[in-house]
């Protein structure tokens, strides 16, 4: 076995970032020979992808692109934004299954970031506006409104109109996943979901009662991590207000503090509206 796969294989991390780090760019052979392995387990394979992301070449691009959703997983994605080549688009945009088949937005966001004309992205991209999907279609319609192909907003206001909690989680959590798009040209979007109650994630705290049941502790108005806490995360990370409170994950927002927030919108120039969007028939 590899002395890099057989540190991986034993959890001995402080021993593999010594060696990959000795190694800088002769540790690609080595993570090529791992991840082109059969034997070699997935998680193995995706370790041995994470530690590629320190070494910065046009080969080790290549490599990760090889790995994208084929067991490079969030690696992969984050290695080739780290390291973008133009390079590593015909190897990407082979990848790609028909619209009707395709179900790996990441592979379209990634996309969207490489350093190739813009025209050419938007070429390959806006077939997938019409994908079978859902989360295809907000790859392509994220990678769209990156290249500020005309209508990309409005697609993305529409979509924000769902009242599908799941379609609005996965939409939104894009904003928390991939920096390019934390960028004030999106905060506008975003400003109607602060006004958006719909419930996304339960947080709520359980406890076990004698007879085996459970039930909840947390009361009603703060069990679940709603739309418009979404949306405050993500316009203050993006704009880097100054708030007298915490931004965490996972948290709810009192009334008093989206209004906080508002109000500074109002005075960076933006206009701020007090009613969410009106549900769409986003599909």
Known sequence: ???????????????AQAYVDRQNIGIIPEIRAIVNDPKTDSTTRDIAYGYLRRVRTLDSALLLAQGLG??????SVLGLIENPRAEVYPILKAKLLPPREEKNKKLLLVMAQMPVPENQRIADIKPYLEASYYETRYGALFGLALLDEPGGLERMAHELGTDRYQRKQDFLTIFYEYRAWRIPKFVPVLIPVLNDPLPLKDIGVRR????????????????????????????????????PFKIADNVTYSKAQRDLVKQKLRDLGYTVTDEPYPVTDAQ
Request: net charge negative; no cysteine.
């Open 208 to 243: 076990r009662n004698e007879d085996g049941s459970e039930s909840y502790m947390t009361p009603e108005e703060l069990r679940y991590v709603r739309a418009w806490d979404y949306a405050l995360n993500i316009i203050v990370k993006t704009l880097n207000l100054d708030v």
């Open 1 to 15: 076995m590899l002395p890099l796969a057989q540190m991986i294989r034993n959890d001995n991390w402080s021993a």
């Open 70 to 75: 084929e067991g490079g997983r969030s690696n």
